[in-house]
């Protein structure tokens, strides 16, 4: 018997570990440029917001997108390691200035924060072609709420990188260049 179901279940099994496939290898392609990706996720969010001010609508979707995008800034501030939590001896940060320098982990990474903040515009965006979705809202309530706890979340954020005396960003951070060819500049 040919074409019973576990033929049919077996293409679709080899389907999706071939696309799976292709799909890693592009974003393992994509890793070393990061001003491309992120190019490319503010060509989808302009996307979708520009579908939402055309259809005035899903504000809800709107909303629950700025909570999760704020829950993964969150997660991109902060340390692996939190000070507050963990009162681990070698893994912690150094909180005096006598303290051995421990370069900055992140809890969550660039390339994961990247990565689910992409996807996260996607599935908004399918979102708004499915009327379930579109919940009718007063939007400025919304927009107020969300305002007010990105700025509350962020006061929190900020005092904690305070106190703790961490800067999660490598701007203007000394970096390492290597010894310095001084024969090349003798030049008579």
């Not at 060509?43 to 055309?54: G, M, N, Q």
């Not at 515009?121 to 309530?141: E, G, H, K, L, Y």
């Not at 969300?146 to 999660?168: A, C, D, E, G």
Request: hydrophobic share 45%; with cysteine.
């Amino acid at each position: 018997m040919e074409g019973g179901p576990g033929e049919e279940t077996s293409a679709l099994g080899q389907w999706r570990t071939s696309f799976s496939r292709v799909f890693q290898h592009y974003l393992d392609r994509s890793t070393p440029h990061p001003v491309r990706r992120w190019l490319g996720t503010l060509a989808a969010a302009a996307v979708y917001v520009l579908r939402v001010y055309f259809l005035q609508g899903f504000y809800i979707v709107s909303y629950g997108l700025g909570i999760y995008i704020l829950n993964l800034l969150i997660g991109f501030l902060s340390p692996q390691v939190d000070p507050e939590l963990d009162h681990l001896d070698g893994a912690s940060l150094p909180t005096k200035g006598s303290d051995e320098f421990r370069p900055f982990v992140r809890r969550l990474p660039e390339f994961k924060f990247w990565y689910s903040i992409t996807k996260a515009f996607c599935v908004a965006f399918v979102m708004t072609f499915f009327s379930a979705f579109d919940v009718p809202v007063f939007w400025p309530i919304l927009l107020c709420y969300w305002i007010v706890l990105f700025v509350l979340t962020m006061k929190r954020q900020i005092l904690h990188m305070i106190k703790y005396r961490y800067v999660p960003f490598s701007v203007g951070k000394k970096r390492y260049t290597g010894k310095k060819s001084y024969a090349s500049t003798s030049g008579d």
